[in-house]
């Protein structure tokens, strides 16, 4: 699967100072190293006090244009219509590449499947598939049961743009 940059999303903060609380929100896979960079950041400058919330790429985006965050942790990129929402706010934003990440795709085990195309993943998610046997003859007629991220997830966002064409997901 193709790797996508993790991005950290930045309104331009004008005023923020010292003894303030800075507030990031955003992607759950950007967590964790927000963490980090907070307890380093604290360090340094322990009069500020940091508040992150791990809720999705999209939940952190729109609480950036709401106001509500100063930060934005994303696991995708920035949409066009995001930017043009923003500017038209009079906001500008600064994206900044923190990390690579990939998405893994996990079957069980003993199915024996060793590699599985992105046109076999389409035809999961989309329902066109059902059962492992008519990804290949050679496997079990096993119902397949697909599972996804929250759809606030710019993991989520990217399997949609990249592996579904832009297209919904079956109901499971």
Same mark, same amino acid.
């Given at each position: 699967?193709? %790797?996508?940059? +993790?991005?950290?999303?930045?309104? +331009?903060?004008?005023?923020?100072?010292?003894?303030?609380?800075?507030?990031?929100?955003?992607?759950?896979? #950007?967590?964790?190293?927000?963490?980090?960079?907070?307890?380093?950041?604290?360090? /340094?400058?322990?009069?500020?006090?940091?508040? /992150?919330?791990?809720?999705? %790429?999209?939940?952190?985006?729109?609480?950036?244009?709401?106001?509500?965050?100063? @930060?934005?942790?994303?696991?995708?990129?920035?949409?066009?219509?995001? @930017?043009?929402?923003?500017?038209?706010?009079?906001? $500008?934003? =600064?994206?900044? =590449?923190?990390? $690579?990440?990939? +998405?893994? *795709?996990? #079957?069980?085990?003993?199915?024996? @499947?060793?590699? *599985?195309?992105?046109?076999?993943? $389409?035809?999961?998610? %989309?329902?066109?598939?059902? !059962?492992?046997?008519? @990804?290949?003859?050679?496997?079990?007629?096993?119902?397949? #049961?697909?599972?996804?991220?929250?759809?606030?997830?710019? !993991?989520?966002? $990217?399997?949609?743009?990249?592996?579904?064409?832009?297209?919904?997901?079956?109901?499971?």
């Amino acid at each position: 699967m193709k %790797s996508f940059g +993790i991005v950290v999303v930045l309104l +331009i903060l004008v005023g923020t100072t010292l003894g303030s609380t800075l507030v990031i929100k955003g992607s759950n896979t #950007v967590y964790p190293v927000a963490q980090l960079w907070a307890e380093a950041y604290k360090e /340094i400058n322990p009069d500020v006090e940091i508040s /992150i919330e791990g809720a999705g %790429s999209s939940t952190g985006i729109k609480a950036l244009f709401n106001g509500q965050t100063d @930060i934005a942790n994303s696991s995708r990129w920035i949409k066009t219509s995001e @930017i043009e929402q923003m500017n038209q706010d009079g906001k $500008y934003f =600064i994206p900044f =590449i923190v990390a $690579y990440d990939g +998405i893994a *795709i996990v #079957v069980n085990k003993s199915l024996g @499947i060793e590699n *599985i195309t992105v046109q076999q993943l $389409y035809d999961i998610y %989309s329902g066109k598939v059902t !059962t492992w046997n008519q @990804i290949d003859s050679s496997l079990p007629k096993v119902r397949i #049961v697909p599972m996804s991220r929250d759809n606030a997830s710019g !993991t989520f966002e $990217y399997f949609v743009e990249h592996v579904m064409k832009g297209e919904k997901l079956a109901p499971q």
